[in-house]
């Protein structure tokens, strides 16, 4: 679920000795091929994201004990919690049973790798957001169609290499920086577009039916909210005593220090980004909660409270 994060995901894990690749983007034939193992009452992911598990290990050949599949979870009202249940009882009806399915769980904030594993894999997931706000920066306003795109998957790719290879990531993100600043571009004001929602369904192009283009086709220029939102929320529940009521004192000081250590690295990317990004930074969560708490209270933890804070703040 993102256009770049997957990939840098990948490679983050890759640094950590897993033989990992993003799947392909879905596409109608994977959705139907999910809709086939599912009743119809999935949400939209369930099924696209196991039909193009389903298509990929088909494709690969080699019997499904070659696979495995990362398919976190997460508690609270969403289905999504589900998912990894789901997918398990469809591959053993299938007969794929060999198949491993890794869940990570927001009960510890996704903390499913090695500290310095974690903490490059959340590296990866920042740079993702990161890489596709540049895109979108430059993208309405090029003077030549395409350089933004070409731009952002020439960078996307770079980023992956050098992250497996465990190279300094700094002097690449700035340079990554001054190719989207040399971009061509109009002098010329756009409608900001905010895009909020579900964050599989915004993020996957297949599932919004390529929202972000239709924003900029239409003349508007999108601000995507980015994917890193829901684990820097899980992280503030927790470092409230709010996500996980069986914390203890100590548990409750670690958690605070993981989503101190969060929002840092969030922060600390996109200052790198300066100046093309100075004015697309994302608010704070205690903000976004603030805004979201007027509607939604606090305890019913899910996506609910982001949406509507978060669309005040846009």
């Known amino acids: 679920m993102h256009e770049a994060a997957p990939r840098l995901a990948a490679a983050a894990l890759r640094r950590e000795g897993i033989t990992a690749r993003a799947l392909p983007g879905e596409d109608v034939q994977a959705f139907r091929r999910g809709r086939l193992h599912t009743r119809g009452g999935e949400c939209v ?16 050949g080699g019997g499904p ?26 591959l053993e009806d299938l007969g794929w049973d060999p198949v491993h399915i890794l869940s990570w769980s927001s009960t510890d904030t996704y903390t499913g790798l090695s500290p310095k594993g974690w903490s490059r894999f959340w590296t990866a997931l920042v740079l993702g957001d990161l890489l596709f706000k540049m895109r979108c ?13 070409d731009c952002f998957d020439t960078w996307t790719a770079r980023l992956a290499q ?9 002097p690449l993100v700035a340079k990554a920086r001054g190719a989207f600043i040399d971009i061509p571009r109009r ?5 900001l577009v905010g895009i909020v929602g ?32 829901w684990v820097l929320y ?6 409230h005593g709010l996500g996980n009521s069986n914390l203890g004192k100590k548990a409750r000081v670690a958690a605070r220090l993981r989503h101190n250590f969060l929002t840092r690295t969030e922060r600390r990317w996109m200052r790198l980004a300066s100046p093309l990004l100075d004015n697309r930074h994302e608010p704070l969560m205690a903000r976004i909660l603030e805004e979201g708490s007027r509607f939604v209270p606090l305890d019913f933890v899910g996506e609910a409270i982001l949406t509507l804070g978060r669309a005040m703040l846009f």
């Open 45 to 60: 992911p369930g099924p696209a994201t196991l039909g193009c598990f389903l298509e990929t290990v088909q494709r690969e």
């Open 65 to 90: 004990g070659r696979h495995g599949l990362l398919m976190p979870t997460a508690e609270g009202p969403c289905r999504f919690g589900q998912y990894c249940t789901l997918d398990r009882m469809v």
């Open 137 to 149: 920066r430059v993208a309405p306003y090029e003077t030549e169609h395409g350089l933004a795109d």
């Open 162 to 170: 050098a992250i497996d290879s465990g190279e300094q990531l700094e």
């Open 187 to 191: 002098e010329e004001q756009r409608p």
């Open 198 to 229: 579900e964050i599989y369904v915004r993020h996957n192009r297949f599932a919004n039916q390529d929202l972000v283009r239709a924003v900029e086709r239409a003349g508007g220029e999108a601000w995507l909210t980015p994917l890193t939102e």
């Open 234 to 239: 899980i992280g503030y529940l927790d470092s």
